[in-house]
């Protein structure tokens, strides 16, 4: 039989590896929900032992230096493999999905001159439309 390897904390919350504090916050909240021992269908037993180790998971993967320690003893033996893009934007960004940020004052100026330049241009083409095709029919 072949040893089963005991879940990582990152297994247990469902989150990457290059998780954001934010993934794991969200992570957390949605599984302690779904299986704290007062709101679940589950056993008791069952619901307290799963409960348990979701608090475990967090406590550790929240806390940068637990989670760094935790990390080390995890890969110690094994080379981490290479964080895509992806997983370096997620590591860097306060938000998940770039759709939930406001734009900033400064983007907004910048499509307003992006739409501004857009219109002149277009303005600028229907003048020397007219004015072409008024020469032209002389």
């Known amino acids: 039989m072949v040893g089963v390897s005991k879940p990582t904390y990152y297994d247990i919350l469902g989150v990457h590896r290059y998780a954001s504090?934010?993934?794991?916050?969200?992570?957390?909240?949605?599984?302690?929900?779904?299986?704290?021992?007062?709101?679940?269908?589950l056993p008791t037993a069952i619901a307290q032992e799963?409960?348990?180790?979701?608090?475990?998971?967090?406590?550790?993967?929240?806390?940068?230096q637990q989670r760094a320690a935790y990390d080390q003893q995890l890969w110690q033996n094994a080379l981490p493999p290479s964080p895509t893009l992806h997983d370096i934007q997620q590591m860097y960004s306060a938000y998940l999905d770039p759709a939930e940020r406001p734009l900033s004052a400064g983007e907004l100026f910048a499509l307003f001159l992006?739409?501004?330049?857009?219109?002149?241009?277009?303005?600028?083409?229907?003048?020397?439309?007219?004015?072409?095709?008024?020469s032209v029919s002389t």
């Open 50 to 64: 799963k409960f348990h180790q979701i608090n475990t998971a967090y406590t550790v993967l929240i806390s940068p």
């Open 114 to 134: 992006l739409g501004l330049t857009f219109v002149g241009c277009l303005l600028l083409v229907v003048a020397l439309g007219l004015v072409r095709s008024g």
């Open 21 to 41: 504090g934010d993934a794991i916050r969200r992570a957390y909240r949605e599984l302690s929900k779904r299986y704290h021992p007062d709101t679940t269908t």
